[in-house]
Protein backbone atom coordinates (compact mmCIF):
# COMPACT_ATOMS: atom_id res chain seq x y z
CA UNK A 1 0.00 0.00 0.00
CA UNK A 2 2.78 2.57 0.84
CA UNK A 3 4.38 1.50 -2.80
CA UNK A 4 0.85 3.00 -4.48
CA UNK A 5 0.88 5.96 -2.17
CA UNK A 6 4.55 6.22 -3.09
CA UNK A 7 3.91 6.02 -7.29
CA UNK A 8 1.30 7.84 -7.28
CA UNK A 9 2.28 11.10 -5.22
CA UNK A 10 5.83 10.70 -7.43
CA UNK A 11 3.66 10.87 -10.56
CA UNK A 12 1.80 13.92 -9.25
CA UNK A 13 5.30 15.52 -8.96
CA UNK A 14 6.23 14.77 -12.22
CA UNK A 15 2.91 16.12 -14.03
CA UNK A 16 3.34 19.08 -11.98
CA UNK A 17 7.02 19.55 -12.98
CA UNK A 18 5.85 19.22 -16.54
CA UNK A 19 3.05 22.14 -16.11
CA UNK A 20 5.56 24.55 -14.43
CA UNK A 21 8.17 24.22 -17.42
CA UNK A 22 6.00 24.10 -20.05
CA UNK A 23 3.65 27.06 -17.92
CA UNK A 24 6.49 29.81 -16.61
CA UNK A 25 4.66 32.62 -18.11
CA UNK A 26 3.99 35.63 -15.03
CA UNK A 27 0.38 36.79 -14.86
CA UNK A 28 -1.48 39.47 -13.12
CA UNK A 29 -4.10 38.78 -10.67
CA UNK A 30 -6.06 41.60 -9.95
CA UNK A 31 -8.07 41.12 -6.10
CA UNK A 32 -9.33 44.21 -6.26
CA UNK A 33 -8.97 47.24 -8.47
CA UNK A 34 -5.66 48.69 -6.27
CA UNK A 35 -4.45 45.09 -5.33
CA UNK A 36 -2.65 42.92 -7.72
CA UNK A 37 -0.10 40.39 -7.73
CA UNK A 38 2.37 39.36 -10.08
CA UNK A 39 3.03 35.41 -9.69
CA UNK A 40 4.31 32.81 -12.30
CA UNK A 41 1.49 30.66 -13.76
CA UNK A 42 2.32 27.18 -11.46
CA UNK A 43 2.12 29.03 -8.10
CA UNK A 44 -1.00 30.42 -9.12
CA UNK A 45 -2.34 26.62 -9.28
CA UNK A 46 -0.73 24.92 -6.88
CA UNK A 47 -1.92 27.54 -4.00
CA UNK A 48 -5.35 27.15 -5.66
CA UNK A 49 -5.18 23.59 -5.34
CA UNK A 50 -3.96 23.68 -2.00
CA UNK A 51 -6.46 26.27 -0.62
CA UNK A 52 -9.26 23.78 -2.13
CA UNK A 53 -7.89 20.61 -0.34
CA UNK A 54 -7.29 22.62 2.85
CA UNK A 55 -11.12 22.62 3.96
CA UNK A 56 -11.40 18.98 2.83
CA UNK A 57 -8.54 18.00 4.90
CA UNK A 58 -10.04 19.96 7.96
CA UNK A 59 -13.16 18.02 7.68
CA UNK A 60 -11.62 14.81 7.25
CA UNK A 61 -9.46 15.13 10.62
CA UNK A 62 -12.37 16.41 12.62
CA UNK A 63 -14.65 13.22 11.32
CA UNK A 64 -11.90 10.93 12.36
CA UNK A 65 -11.36 12.76 15.48
CA UNK A 66 -15.05 12.59 16.58
CA UNK A 67 -15.10 8.71 15.36
CA UNK A 68 -12.25 8.24 17.70
CA UNK A 69 -13.60 9.30 20.59
CA UNK A 70 -17.16 7.67 20.02
CA UNK A 71 -15.28 4.64 19.47
CA UNK A 72 -13.55 5.16 23.09
CA UNK A 73 -16.49 5.99 24.86
CA UNK A 74 -17.87 2.67 23.23
CA UNK A 75 -15.54 0.61 24.63
CA UNK A 76 -15.30 2.51 27.89
CA UNK A 77 -18.89 1.80 28.35
CA UNK A 78 -18.85 -1.79 27.45
CA UNK A 79 -15.63 -2.20 30.31
CA UNK A 80 -18.07 -1.02 32.55
CA UNK A 81 -20.39 -3.04 31.90
CA UNK A 82 -18.59 -6.26 31.38
CA UNK A 83 -17.16 -5.06 35.18
CA UNK A 84 -20.43 -4.66 36.41
CA UNK A 85 -21.52 -7.76 35.81
CA UNK A 86 -18.59 -9.65 37.39
CA UNK A 87 -16.65 -10.99 34.33
CA UNK A 88 -13.60 -9.38 33.11
CA UNK A 89 -12.59 -10.12 29.74
CA UNK A 90 -8.76 -11.23 31.09
CA UNK A 91 -10.85 -13.57 33.94
CA UNK A 92 -11.53 -16.16 31.99
CA UNK A 93 -9.40 -19.47 31.45
CA UNK A 94 -9.59 -21.67 28.67
CA UNK A 95 -11.15 -25.50 28.89
CA UNK A 96 -9.08 -28.27 30.14
CA UNK A 97 -7.89 -30.22 27.73
CA UNK A 98 -9.24 -33.58 26.71
CA UNK A 99 -8.19 -36.91 27.83
CA UNK A 100 -5.71 -37.80 24.98
CA UNK A 101 -5.92 -41.70 25.60
CA UNK A 102 -8.37 -43.98 23.60
CA UNK A 103 -11.42 -45.64 24.63
CA UNK A 104 -10.99 -49.20 26.41
CA UNK A 105 -7.09 -48.99 27.26
Known amino acids: ?13 VVLLIFSVNNWTPIQVRVWDTLVFDTKLPALVVVSFLLGLLPMWLVSKA ?18 ASQAVGASP ?16
Open 1 to 13: MQFIRTAVAVIAG
Open 63 to 80: GRWRLKRRIQTLENAVLA
Open 90 to 105: ATHEPAPAADTQPIGQ
